[in-house]
């Protein structure tokens, strides 16, 4: 199998961010073309311009929702504004005995395996691993109950008012939600970050401990990487409750970056390229 383009050892930490960087206006687009809009079953949906934040569509973008592994952008961020990719986690937990209700997708890591921070990213991000997720979470909080706390402070510091995590893989649970809204400008703020931009991009990988020995191969959930359109990856999520849901980060040929969001569609490849598409032939910048 052949390996993506994996991030860098070493990423400079940020701890600068003003909630009102997401928001800052630069080139506004503007609907130039009066084409008929898509056709968007999903239970929700919001496309968003990157550099301004102005919303380009919505539909039901303030309602709590399932999010499911969507969940995974957030730890993300977490250990991204604390640690460098370079540092070495030893795997403490035993995830192989867990049953998939409690994990999901897994890449099996091994218990006292060590391997990076970034590797561990990787999983998390690529193929959404939820054994990476819990790895991670013990290895910044000391604990999966106080990951979660930090969780929940992020959202205060972000103004996600509709968010709300009780876990850092995106299991099913009533108290476990977030809206579309919440969930572009969740991501607007993870693409500050250059080692997330180069992670989420990655096809398939093939990550291991540090001594070599453990090889973990995976590939991207996110099948529209190698669409016709400019995918710059994000995340994709499904569970039960929150159905197959969907974040993209699109580019066009002049670099204007749009987020794409859907939650519990029914076909969330075709009505997130619809949307993509849509937005690049109406909107100029």
């Known amino acids: 199998m052949s390996t993506g383009t994996l991030v860098p050892d070493t990423v400079q930490i940020q701890n600068n961010f003003n909630n009102a960087d997401l928001l800052e206006v630069h080139l506004v687009p503007v609907k130039d073309i009066d084409e008929i809009e898509p056709v968007i079953e999903a239970v929700a949906a919001l496309v968003m311009d990157?550099?301004?934040?102005?919303?380009?569509?919505?539909?039901?973008?303030?309602?709590?929702?399932p999010m499911a592994s969507l969940t995974?952008?957030?730890t993300a961020i977490l250990i991204l504004?604390?640690?460098?990719?370079?540092?070495?986690?030893?795997?403490?937990g035993n995830y192989g005995a867990m049953t998939e209700d409690e994990i999901g997708v897994r890449i099996w890591l091994r218990q006292y395996e060590k391997i990076t921070v970034g590797n561990l990213l990787t999983a998390l991000l690529v193929p959404s691993a939820g054994d990476a997720?819990?790895?991670?979470?013990e290895y910044h909080s000391g604990s999966v109950e106080e990951f979660i706390r930090e969780m929940n402070k992020k959202t205060v510091v972000l103004n996600l008012e509709n968010t709300n995590f009780v876990n850092p893989i995106g299991l099913d649970d009533e108290q476990h939600y977030s809206s579309a809204f919440d969930l572009a400008i969740l991501t607007k703020y993870a693409l500050?970050?250059?080692a997330f931009r180069n992670i989420i991009?990655?096809?398939e990988?093939?990550?291991a401990s540090t001594d070599g020995k453990i090889k973990h191969q995976f590939e991207n959930t996110n099948w529209l990487l190698d669409s016709y359109l400019d995918i710059q990856g994000v995340k994709t999520g499904t569970t039960e409750a929150a159905g197959a849901s969907l974040i993209n980060l699109a580019r066009d040929y002049r670099g204007h970056e749009i987020i794409s969001v859907l939650l519990n569609s029914q076909d969330?490849?075709?009505?997130?390229?619809?949307l993509i598409d849509w937005i690049f032939r109406s909107y100029k910048w």
């Open 50 to 65: 990157m550099d301004s934040g102005v919303i380009l569509y919505e539909k039901d973008i303030y309602t709590p929702l």
């Open 72 to 74: 995974k952008i957030m």
């Open 81 to 92: 504004e604390s640690h460098d990719l370079s540092e070495v986690v030893t795997v403490n």
């Open 133 to 137: 997720a819990l790895a991670l979470a």
């Open 192 to 194: 500050t970050f250059p």
């Open 201 to 203: 991009r990655i096809r």
């Open 205 to 207: 990988a093939t990550v």
């Open 268 to 274: 969330r490849f075709q009505e997130n390229k619809s």
